[in-house]
């Protein structure tokens, strides 16, 4: 069955910032485009919230970030990473999304999330159980829980088209006779699910290039 995507329906936007930024990393090396995000989930629907939450790092510049989503109309939260004896680190949004999540589900018709973590499984499951609202997910595919995929009602795979969400993104150009064959920043392997690691932190420097980017400094 179709999912029905009309323009008078009320659709809110949540954003799990760190798990798009690591999938953009692990399977292609680069960044992800948040305005593409938005544009292809919402499409001509009514936007009535867009949220991303961030982990600030330790040095502490995500202005330019920050003022980026602003720009594209998304409104950012933050929560500052936590830095344990010994050198461990931990922070994660995945309380406070579901929270929000849950407390705006009356006033729409349609909650979007962009993430791919299967921890959201049961608040999917909720939204929709409790809240009879229409639940999609936009992510990248290889990196994404299958039971998210199954449970909500649209699934956006950026993999499908990652010169759209992704920023400097080289598409396989099948090589000329006589010319070797040329290596791309895209996995090989197309059918190889690869893991991207769930709620670690960004622990360096943002660097915004470009509106919609989210950039940190690849870590060491």
């Given at each position: 069955?179709?999912?029905?995507k009309?323009?008078d329906?009320?659709?809110?936007v949540?954003?799990?910032?760190q798990?798009?930024?690591?999938?953009?990393?692990?399977?292609?090396?680069?960044?992800v485009n948040?305005?593409?995000?938005?544009?292809e989930s919402?499409g001509?629907?009514?936007?009535?919230?867009?949220?991303?939450?961030?982990?600030?790092?330790?040095?502490?510049?995500?202005t330019?970030?920050f003022?980026a989503?602003?720009?594209?109309?998304?409104?950012?939260?933050?929560?500052?990473?936590?830095?344990?004896?010994?050198?461990a680190?931990?922070?994660?949004?995945?309380?406070?999304?579901?929270v929000?999540?849950?407390?705006?589900?009356?006033?729409?018709?349609?909650?979007i999330?962009?993430?791919?973590?299967?921890?959201f499984v049961?608040?999917?499951?909720?939204?929709?159980?409790h809240?009879?609202?229409?639940?999609?997910?936009i992510?990248?595919?290889?990196?994404?829980?299958?039971?998210?995929k199954?449970?909500c009602e649209?699934f956006?795979?950026m993999?499908?088209?990652p010169?759209?969400?992704l920023i400097?993104?080289?598409?396989h150009?099948a090589?000329k006779k006589g010319e070797?064959?040329?290596?791309?920043k895209?996995?090989n392997?197309p059918?190889?699910?690869?893991k991207?690691?769930?709620?670690?932190?960004?622990?360096?420097e943002?660097s915004?290039?470009?509106l919609?980017?989210?950039s940190?400094e690849?870590?060491?």
């Amino acid at each position: 069955m179709a999912v029905i995507k009309h323009s008078d329906q009320r659709v809110a936007v949540f954003i799990d910032t760190q798990n798009l930024y690591h999938s953009a990393k692990n399977l292609y090396n680069t960044k992800v485009n948040f305005g593409a995000v938005m544009t292809e989930s919402v499409g001509k629907r009514k936007l009535i919230r867009a949220l991303a939450y961030v982990i600030t790092t330790e040095a502490g510049d995500e202005t330019n970030f920050f003022e980026a989503l602003t720009k594209l109309g998304i409104e950012t939260k933050t929560k500052d990473l936590k830095i344990f004896y010994g050198g461990a680190k931990k922070a994660d949004w995945d309380v406070g999304l579901a929270v929000d999540a849950i407390r705006l589900a009356p006033k729409v018709d349609t909650i979007i999330l962009a993430t791919g973590d299967g921890d959201f499984v049961p608040l999917v499951t909720f939204l929709k159980e409790h809240h009879g609202i229409q639940v999609e997910v936009i992510s990248f595919g290889r990196s994404s829980s299958g039971e998210l995929k199954e449970a909500c009602e649209d699934f956006i795979d950026m993999c499908d088209h990652p010169e759209k969400f992704l920023i400097g993104y080289r598409a396989h150009r099948a090589p000329k006779k006589g010319e070797a064959k040329q290596e791309t920043k895209r996995d090989n392997k197309p059918n190889t699910r690869i893991k991207v690691p769930q709620k670690k932190a960004a622990s360096k420097e943002f660097s915004d290039d470009a509106l919609g980017i989210f950039s940190p400094e690849d870590e060491k």
